[in-house]
């Protein structure tokens, strides 16, 4: 049986992707399961999706994944916050959305388990038009682990998006073709770590940081670390309104002494609200 672990953010689709992943395992005869662990998250934070495939006997654990065969990171900002090769086995793989190379990867991660990557965003982008990878590294994941034929997932992508299917599909087929993927890099692997997820702290360990104990403690929370795009203003079309200052539910947009307006990069969590209210076009979305 493999284990498989999803890392993503709310939003990304990493739920539908560990779903249409056991769809085509299903499909090819194989036993599969697939299931999310919420918290209460929301867009833009880090989420956990598990996969157990076995191609001959059903599955009878029901229980998160700790130890996994592949872990599998949609989003190239959560290998900075999160330990995302956390139980990874020795002879695992990781596959990652970045647009960094293997070689530039390698000298960031050490450890004895492969490694694969692709830039899922970009192709995302050019085949779906938005930076939703889930679909895109599928084909990653198919690329480099095997674990189910590119052709096995064409049909639960169609079944799912209807109209939107098509640029998935071909996203998917662009990432197989353009994974690179390597052997292991041989060096000592890091000191394993406890799964955040299965050891909760307690509340007295909480109180400097992710709960209102105090006035201001909130501040400490730092929701910047789930963003994935950020806004950059352009001061030549800004006419110093305040519209994307009202609209920021983060309340993370500042004026400047200059009169115009930036955002608080420690809480901006990438929406784009602001940049879709601002009527002068001021305001645009850079990926991180
Ligand atoms: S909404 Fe646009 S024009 Fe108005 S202050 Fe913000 S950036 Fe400037
Ligand atoms: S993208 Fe704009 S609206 Fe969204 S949190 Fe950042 S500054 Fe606020």
């Known amino acids: ?27 090819e005869g194989k036993f599969a399961q697939a299931f999310p662990s919420f918290g209460p998250e929301r867009r833009g934070a880090p989420v ?29 900002g959560l290998l900075y916050i999160t330990d995302v090769t956390s139980g990874l086995k020795e002879d695992g793989i990781l ?21 694969a990557v692709v830039n899922a965003t ?31 997932l064409t049909e639960p992508i169609l079944e799912r998006f209807g109209a939107r299917a098509r640029g998935n599909v071909d996203a998917c087929r662009k990432a197989y073709e353009e994974t690179e993927t390597g052997e292991p890099a041989g ?13 909760l702290p307690t509340w007295q360990e909480l109180l400097p940081g992710c709960v209102l104990t105090k006035p201001g403690s909130a501040r400490q929370y730092r929701t910047g670390d789930w963003r994935s795009e950020r806004p950059v ?15 920021c539910p983060e309340g993370c947009v500042k004026q400047t002494k200059e009169g115009y307006f930036e955002a608080d990069l420690y809480y901006c969590k990438g929406c784009g609200i602001c940049a879709r209210e601002c009527w002068t076009e001021a305001i645009k979305m850079v990926e991180e």
């Not at 596959?95 to 490694?115: A, F, Q, Y």
């Not at 970009?122 to 930076?131: C, K």
Request: hydrophobic content about 45%; charged content about 20%.
């Open 48 to 76: 956990l999706v598990f996969n157990r495939v076995s191609p001959n006997s059903p599955i009878r654990a029901r229980v998160s994944v700790a130890h996994p065969d592949i872990v599998i990171v949609l989003d190239p």
């Open 122 to 152: 970009s192709i995302a982008r050019e085949m779906i038009g938005v930076p939703i990878v889930n679909t895109t590294m599928l084909g990653a994941l198919a690329r480099a682990t095997r674990i189910v034929e590119l052709d096995s």
């Open 95 to 115: 596959v990652l959305n970045t647009p960094k190379s293997l070689v530039e990867i390698r000298s960031e991660l050490s450890g004895p388990w492969r490694l």
């Open 187 to 199: 060096i000592v692997p890091k000191r394993p770590k406890i799964f955040e997820g299965e050891e």
């Open 233 to 247: 203003w352009d001061h030549q079309r800004c006419i110093k309104c305040g519209i994307c200052y009202l609209f």
């Open 1 to 27: 049986m493999i284990e498989i672990r999803w890392h993503g953010r709310g939003g990304q689709g990493a739920v539908t992707s560990a779903e249409l992943l056991a769809l085509a395992a299903i499909s």
